[in-house]
């Protein structure tokens, strides 16, 4: 996929404050002396200004698909690095910058990483002195690693940011398998019993967040909290970045603010409005939804379906699913590829998905009654929840948001008939 | 006074022979997740614990007398190092590499919520080397091994042990092998 | 389940648990087994998707769930707070 940017590099912010796209302010590929032009050098803070409550003020939620409160992870950390007082030394803590990007729909990180990389190494220098951090790390495909190692040499003050090769897997940017990975080698999700923020890397206190995240606290750091929310809404503050691909002109990644209508986004990324028959949001492990009227809500909008109008948008995917073409047969293929990337350590996840992977392959192919409906319903609940990460959990979703918003196709299919051939199955 | 610590040494071998093969099929059994008709998996696991420790308990019987007795010749050193002995040093070294064996088999076992999986299931492999050996050594070392009861029984064992690491290699040895191949679906029904 | 809510939850580590069904038979009312023999939080059980991980458990079955700990030959098993 190319690494396209839609939104206009803005050229010599005045006040070195970008007005126009935030995180690819300083221009494609933008080495270190772009990147300063554009932003600026890190104020030095007065002694009463602290990172955690900035990002408590901002309202920041994290960019990988969990949404999880940016602020909240900051604090757990820093109260695990001091030593309580009947608790043994916690260790130095540990700052990991994920940009693994397991989703096969998402390239948001991938351009970041190429344009701005040293928005995430100052957010992560921004953090680790807040957090008297010990070990900083960046982690990341193998295509990504000249880039980012070239970008680290440019500066004297991170030349200790380490970088790891992440392995090319959909469960390989889960937080637990990255730690995983820095122990062992080997990116496999763990039984996460307590946070990372209690016990990650070598029981030390560690802090996982997507490159994006930090991109985003870097500048959180330079401007604060309310300039963060001048973009966004209230639930919802701030920008984030969106790979959007399926059918449309050209896939990019947009840089959107927080609430915006997921017909808007579409209608910049140039397609039609009567073109789309669906858009699945979020990813392999999003929900399928119609856009009219839905707005790409905040990680934390409670239960945020579409039922409420708001969809969590998750790795920040926007899919689009042409009008015509079968949501059934499309969803199938996802289901399937995801059984696939099982990490084959849970029972339930190993041997449920491949079951429902076959399940909706059926449904897709119209071979099956409505007893077909029922069983995929039976194996969702199956899966969901047996795991050590959220792999089945995001299958569920997924699943269940396709029998929802094609409930028409499913119809369709079990009469033997599909909206994408025109005719009989 | 010699000869009833001799004999009582004997038979405790003989005993431990018996409750060794009857640990390794039971470990066998429990392994592959089945219930038998009377006892259910807990039974199981629990009666596979018990004769393991009651296999220690005569092999203590098996070896203290020995100690005692001036004849046999044997001290500490012989118990735990093997083929130092006096007395056909081979087979009863067999026997001490099976007791070392055993004694790691066991600690590890009733220490595995410490150790950890991998250093309990590494040891507990050695369970498989440590039978034959065992038997080795009580055919090659026992006085009377070469009559015809003797022989039959260790025919009867070997047998016994033998079927049970065939079945526990074939394709269809866990419970839940067939279910898992993607075969019909099985209600396991209350437990 | 009581009123009052879960006195512990037995956590399944699914990384380790490899269904050997010890666990389904010392808590028949907490644990049935799925189609591939996992232990299966009953159904009554699980009103958070958490919870299918975490299985809640009355006081009465805190004693067999403490015997399914020790027993699981996998070390899957571990009772955390309610
Ligand atoms: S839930 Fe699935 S993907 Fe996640 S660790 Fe377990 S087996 Fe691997
Ligand atoms: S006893 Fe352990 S291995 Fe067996 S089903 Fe229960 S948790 Fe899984």
């Known amino acids: 996929m190319s690494a396209a940017i839609a939104t206009e590099p803005l050229a010599g912010a005045p006040s070195g404050r970008p007005a126009g796209s935030r995180l690819f302010a300083a221009g494609a590929a933008a080495g270190h002396a772009a990147h300063l032009a554009a932003y600026g050098p890190v104020p030095r803070h007065g002694r009463d200004w602290s990172l955690a409550q900035e990002l408590e003020a901002s309202g920041l939620t994290g960019r990988g698909g969990a949404g999880f409160s940016a602020w909240r992870k900051f604090a757990a950390v820093d109260r695990a690095r001091r030593p309580a007082r009947y608790a043994g030394r916690a260790g130095r803590s540990v700052l990991i910058a994920n940009g693994a990007e397991g989703e096969p729909l998402s390239f948001k990180d991938a351009t970041l990483l190429h344009n701005a990389p040293h928005l995430v190494i100052d957010g992560l220098l921004a953090a680790a002195e807040a957090l008297g951090a010990g070990s900083l790390f960046i982690y990341a495909g193998a295509a990504r690693l000249p880039a980012l190692a070239a970008a680290l040499a440019e500066r004297s003050d991170a030349r200790h940011i380490a970088l790891l090769e992440a392995p090319d897997a959909f469960v390989a940017g889960q937080s637990s398998a990255v730690v995983s990975f820095l122990e062992t080698g080997r990116a496999l999700p763990r039984d996460v019993a307590g946070r990372l923020a209690d016990g990650g890397f070598q029981g030390r206190p560690t802090l996982v967040h997507n490159v994006e995240t930090w991109a985003h606290i870097a500048l959180v750091a330079r401007y604060g909290a309310g300039w963060f929310r001048a973009e966004g809404t209230a639930e919802d503050p701030g920008t984030r970045l969106v790979s959007v691909t399926g059918d449309v002109p050209s896939e990019v990644v947009l840089e959107v603010p927080g609430g915006s209508r997921l017909d808007g986004v579409l209608a910049s990324a140039g397609v039609a409005g009567d073109a789309v028959s669906a858009v699945l949001v979020g990813g392999y492990h999003g929900r399928w939804v119609r856009p009219s009227g839905v707005v790409l809500g905040g990680g934390g909008v409670p239960g945020g379906g579409p039922e409420s109008g708001s969809v969590r948008p998750g790795a920040g995917v926007v899919h689009v699913l042409a009008r015509g073409r079968c949501g059934l047969a499309a969803t199938a293929r996802m289901v399937e590829y995801l059984a696939g990337q099982s990490a084959r350590q849970c029972g339930p996840c190993m041997f449920g998905l491949p079951a429902l992977a076959g399940a909706m392959e059926r449904l897709a192919a119209g071979r099956g009654g409505p007893e077909l409906v029922r069983e995929v319903g039976r194996l969702s609940g199956l899966v969901a929840g047996r795991g050590a990460c959220h792999h089945p959990d995001g299958t569920v979703q997924l699943v269940g948001s396709a029998l929802e918003t094609f409930a028409d196709d499913v119809r369709w299919h079990l009469a033997g008939q599909c909206q994408e051939t025109g005719g009989a199955l | ?191 | 389940m009581s009123v009052a809510g879960p006195a512990a939850r037995l956590h399944i580590d699914w990384t380790m648990c490899d269904g050997r069904g010890l666990c389904t038979e010392l808590l028949p009312e907490a644990l049935t087994r799925d189609d591939w023999g996992y232990p299966l939080a009953a159904p009554g059980r699980v009103r958070a998707r958490a919870d299918a991980s975490n299985v809640p458990l009355t006081g009465a079955e805190l004693g067999a769930a403490v015997d399914a700990v020790k027993l699981c030959p996998l070390l899957a098993l571990r009772i955390t707070g309610p």
């Open chain 2, 1 to 191: 006074m010699d000869d009833a610590l001799w004999a009582f040494a004997r038979v405790s071998g003989l005993v431990d022979m018996v409750l060794l093969t009857g640990s390794v099929l039971l470990g066998i059994l429990t392994r592959s997740g089945r219930p038998l008709p009377a006892l259910p998996r807990v039974s199981l696991m629990l009666l596979h614990r018990n004769i393991s420790l009651l296999a220690v308990v005569f092999l203590v019987f098996h070896v203290a007398p020995l100690l005692l007795d001036a004849y046999a010749r044997v001290n500490l050193v012989d118990v735990v190092v093997p083929f130092l002995g006096s007395y056909k040093a081979f087979w009863q070294g067999l026997g001490t590499v099976a007791l070392d064996l055993m004694a790691a088999v066991v600690a590890t076992g009733l220490l595995r919520h410490r150790l950890g999986r991998r250093t309990f299931r590494a040891v507990h492999w050695l369970s498989y080397a440590m039978w034959p050996l065992a038997l080795a050594h009580s055919v090659g070392n026992g006085t009377d091994a070469t009559s015809a009861p003797a022989v039959a029984a260790a025919v009867v064992l070997c047998v016994a042990v033998l079927a049970a690491a065939a079945w526990r290699v074939s394709a269809g040895f866990l419970e839940t092998a067939d279910a898992r191949r993607g075969g019909a679906r099985r209600d396991w029904g209350r437990p």
